[in-house]
């Protein structure tokens, strides 16, 4: 029973790190409507350039914080030249945008950069901490730990902004009608300003913590993957929503890698490690056959 805890435990603690990169697609949705297809880059630029400005001698805090002006400045600018022409446009075509985005970040992050992969340290040690250990023998990673009280901690504050605020009203009217919110007098320009800045900071705090975790490399553009049946489970326009479906998938995808394997093994022999790659997919598509819209997501009526 304490390996089971230790190992749900652990799932849990990278469930919430999940739920932060879904947070960026859920702020971009909420918004325009359309999935974002470029939010693992983002996460790839924010941390190779923490990175790169560390190479060039800045402390961390500046580092982070040259980053950080960097992400809002590539928000504002996506809002600006990308999403601003297309007002009114079908979904398709943001969609089809935020791909060209995508390719877009993936060619200018090296050329900035550079394109090999680094570690990234943040000060904090990937070591057990000793006072769980000893008190109950389970190992709880240090870094895992602090890495989820960031993400859950502005995972958190985000819900609470757009789900109270007047921003918040203003987003979810905005990703209704776009034409409507414009004649009730809502700037459309800004809302998408405000929700690209905030997507940009989200995808930076993301790159910090799995560029720490994983270090600095391109694949890091895939943790996007992961987000995706973390959404089908939360629903793409609930904030909460990306919570407990992060929750969900992190744990399951441990405990499954953990207690599937011995008994395929022993029904049909062979090898049949890697499950922690593929189940979280399986979880989501049966999910969707129950509810598509997700556990928080809002049920579509279409009326003919």
């Not at 400005?53 to 980053?67: C, Q, S």
């Not at 002006?69 to 969609?95: C, D, H, K, W, Y």
């Not at 034409?179 to 809302?191: D, E, N, V």
């Amino acid at each position: 029973m304490q390996f089971f805890f230790e190992v749900l435990i652990g799932g849990l603690l990278s469930g919430v790190m999940y739920a932060l990169v879904a947070l960026g697609f859920v702020l971009i949705f909420k918004a325009s409507g359309v999935f974002n297809f470029a939010q693992g880059t983002m996460v790839y630029l924010g941390a190779l350039a923490v990175v790169g400005f560390l190479e060039k001698g800045a402390p961390l805090w500046l580092a982070v914080v040259l980053a950080l002006f960097l992400m809002l400045g590539f928000g504002i600018a996506t809002e600006r030249f990308l999403l601003r022409p297309l007002v009114n446009q079908p979904p398709i075509s943001l969609f089809m945008a935020t791909i060209g985005l995508a390719f877009f970040i993936e060619g200018l992050a090296p050329l900035l950069f550079g394109n090999e992969p680094r570690p990234l340290d943040l000060g904090v040690v990937d070591e057990p901490i000793e006072a769980i250990l000893d008190a109950t023998g389970m190992v709880v990673s240090r870094f895992d730990l602090l890495a989820s009280g960031v993400a859950g901690a502005l995972v958190a504050v985000l819900a609470l902004l757009f789900q109270y605020t007047r921003i918040g009203r203003a987003l979810r009217a905005v990703a209704d009608d776009h034409q409507a919110a414009l004649s009730i007098g809502i700037p459309l320009q800004h809302i998408w300003v405000i929700v690209w800045a905030v997507a940009g900071f989200v995808a930076l705090v993301a790159g910090l913590l799995w560029g720490a975790r994983n270090g600095v490399q391109f694949a890091l553009t895939f943790t996007a993957l992961k987000a995706l049946p973390v959404l089908i489970l939360g629903g793409f326009t609930s904030v909460p929503g990306a919570i407990v479906g992060g929750l969900i998938i992190g744990a399951s995808e441990k405990l499954a890698e953990i207690y599937i394997p011995p008994f395929l093994q022993e029904a049909f022999g062979g090898n049949f490690g890697g499950i922690e790659g593929w189940f979280p997919y399986v979880l989501a598509l049966l999910f969707l056959l129950v509810r598509p819209e997700g556990l928080f997501g809002e049920r579509h009526i279409d009326r003919v």
